[in-house]
């Protein structure tokens, strides 16, 4: 069994910071590529970081606020959030391709976690 659990998710007033974590354990050979998403009420989930081959890469909307990094050794990953604006309002996910063994990888995800930007 594999699992990804998110945490570190609140309440924030608009301008403040958060940090998310991310943890995966279980039968684990290796982690490939990483990513945060998030799913605001009624809109479809969006990727906000991701981390592919050690380097990350941002969308526009959050690119200068946001800092994703990973620790493979402990094989988290966190998303350290700045400057938050209400908009940023959203369920926050945790994805990996995990591999079992060397060749085959499978994506999972965690529960989610939920930020609120509000005054």
């Known amino acids: 069994q594999v699992q990804l659990v998110e945490s570190g998710g609140g309440l924030v007033q608009p301008g403040g910071s958060l940090r998310l974590s991310c943890v995966a354990s279980?039968?684990?050979?290796?982690?490939?590529?990483m990513s945060w998403y998030r799913q605001a009420p009624g809109k479809q989930r969006e990727l906000v970081a991701a981390?592919?081959?050690?380097?990350?890469n941002y969308p526009d909307s959050v690119k200068g606020r946001f800092t994703c990094s990973r620790d493979n050794a402990k094989r988290m990953m966190y998303l350290e959030m700045n400057s938050l604006k209400p908009e940023d309002t959203a369920v926050y996910y945790c994805n990996a391709r995990v591999y079992r063994n060397p060749l085959d990888g499978s994506d999972y995800w965690g529960q989610g976690t939920q930020v609120t930007v509000s005054s």
């Open positions: 279980g039968s684990i050979f290796r982690l490939g590529p």
């Open positions: 981390i592919v081959g050690g380097t990350p």
